[in-house]
């Protein structure tokens, strides 16, 4: 794994953890977005080597299934 690639996992995991610190006033379907995020993120710095558009749009699509499996 390059250094891009260490970063841009490191980026993604502190990101996730301060977004589940700040989740305590959040609804469940919040809360599920915000993980989602995070997880997306962090697949997508890893499946394209730590691009950004990879990162960003690993947050999209995770953002998105998370706040779908909120909803129930």
Sequence with gaps: MSTIQKIA???AAVTLLFGLAGCS???KQDKST???AGVGAAG???LT?????GT????V???VVGHEVGKK
């Design 9 to 11: 996992v490191n980026v």
């Design 25 to 27: 006033g959040m609804s």
């Design 34 to 36: 915000v993980i989602g």
């Design 44 to 46: 997508g710095a890893v």
């Design 49 to 53: 080597g730590g691009s950004a558009i």
């Design 56 to 59: 960003v749009g690993g947050a």
């Design 61 to 63: 699509v995770g953002g």
